[in-house]
């Protein structure tokens, strides 16, 4: 009898368990895991909606930074945690891309993450130390026709998304540039600025004060639209390339199995904080803009992002640093 009972007993407990997460949902502080270091656009796209899913949830929401591996260590870690809504991770681009620049892939972005939604953009910028001789985009594409793979470009290493950005923008353009990679962005902007490499390639967030205060040019910005706060700089559209763009792209995601009522009470949450004025303006002054999407348009855009790298990045043989 108590047998029996006991599996009726669970029998009940497993039948009301989706109706009972949403209810009970969240029961505790919520980790919002990010790949990358403080301070970087990233980590201020995550406090800045980290800070509204607080007031939105009721509860704490901790940022916790884990750079490293292209962020695989922060996916991965999130991969691996319980799937009860209690931890996140706010994805960039390479969630997508890593699937085919890491081999064996460390994850399946499809099957191992559930999407929650997609918050906005910061469009990578192409500049170039001043004393540079190319004054607008057309003349560097015109110097990378004439001499290919001698224009050289700065990132923050093989496979970011700043790296895969320019292969795309390259490909369009019908030139071949000569890749210097480093290890991390700042390192990049040094010799850059100090004339050891030319040409840089940056989210607009890093670029912005170097801009300001003179020491780059900014040539273009891959996005659809011009940047508020680079307002003088051309879209890659407007220099020649309509239906070209390569933004820095940010969304929430959480491990595969977490239960479809918690997903959908946090895709609402996200999405009522990613349409609050607090956030826009945070994101505005990162050089970035919201444009928020549902689970359903973010699985879409995941998979479109995820087919495009994988073409280039097999194409282009890029391998990791």
Known sequence: MNIRTLALAAGLLALATPSSWAQSY?????KIVVGYSAGGAVDVVARAIGQKL?????????VDNRPGAGSNIAAKAVVGAPADGHTLLMAANAVTANMALYQPPPYD?????????????????????????????????AAAKT???????????????????????AN????????????????????VIGGQVPVVALNALELLPHIRNGK?????ALSARRSGLLPEVPTIAESG????????????????????????????????????AEVRER?????????????????????????RYTKLINAAKIKPD
């Open 216 to 220: 780059l040019r900014p040539l273009a």
């Open 172 to 191: 369009a353009a019908g030139i071949a540039m000569l890749h210097v990679p480093y290890k991390g962005g700042s390192q990049a902007l040094t010799d």
């Open 283 to 307: 994101l505005a002054a990162a050089g970035g803009e919201l444009t928020p999407a549902d689970a359903a348009a973010f699985a879409v855009h995941l998979r479109a992002e995820r087919e």
């Open 241 to 276: 390339f309509p239906g070209f763009e390569a933004s820095v792209w940010y969304g929430l995601m959480a491990p595969a199995a977490t239960p479809k009522p918690v997903l959908a009470q946090l895709s609402a949450a996200a999405l009522r904080a990613a349409g609050s």
């Open 26 to 30: 969240p029961s505790g502080p919520i």
């Open 109 to 141: 972005v499809e099957k191992d993450l559930a999407p929650v939604a997609l918050i906005g953009r910061v469009p990578v910028v192409i500049a170039v130390n001043p004393e540079s001789p190319y004054k607008t985009l057309a003349a560097l594409i």
């Open 147 to 169: 001499k290919p793979d001698a224009v050289a470009y700065a990132t923050p290493g093989n496979g970011s998304t700043p790296h895969l950005a320019v292969e795309l923008f």
């Open 54 to 62: 607080q007031a939105e949830l009721g509860q704490p929401v901790i």
